[in-house]
């Protein structure tokens, strides 16, 4: 069975760090591009960043480039997301997906097949 699991979310004042966690299980990491993606209350979910560990792709989106960084552990079966100099606006539930494609990866949350159940991320002082 398929399953991505988060962690990491939390409590942290602005200018904080979290690192956040996706753990997989059912299926080997390195075969597939995994994605972050976030929701805040009344928004639509964005893409946050995305890594494809078979030719070394890696995406940021604007509004995190420069405070954030993804890597893999494909011993671990787990996709990090590190993030620094959090700000208020980054407050949202933290969600990580899998993409089956051999190459590259795309933002977009309509081509991720598996979800995990997210974890909370509140920057407030």
């Known amino acids: 069975q398929v399953q991505l699991v988060e962690s990491g979310g939390g409590l942290v004042q602005p200018g904080g760090s979290l690192r956040l966690s996706c753990a997989a299980s059912?299926?080997?990491?390195?075969?597939?591009?995994i994605g972050w993606f976030r929701q805040a209350p009344g928004k639509e979910r964005e893409g946050v960043s995305c890594i494809n560990n078979n030719d070394g792709s890696i995406y940021y989106a604007n509004s995190v480039k420069g405070r954030i960084s993804i890597s893999r552990d494909n011993a671990k079966n787990t996709v990090y997301l590190q993030m620094n100099s959090l700000k208020p606006e980054d407050t949202a539930v933290y969600y990580c997906a899998a993409d089956e494609r051999p190459r590259g990866c795309v933002a977009r949350a309509d081509l991720y097949g598996y979800w995990g159940q997210g974890t909370q991320v509140t920057v407030s002082s």
């Open positions: 059912g299926f080997t990491l390195n075969t597939y591009a």
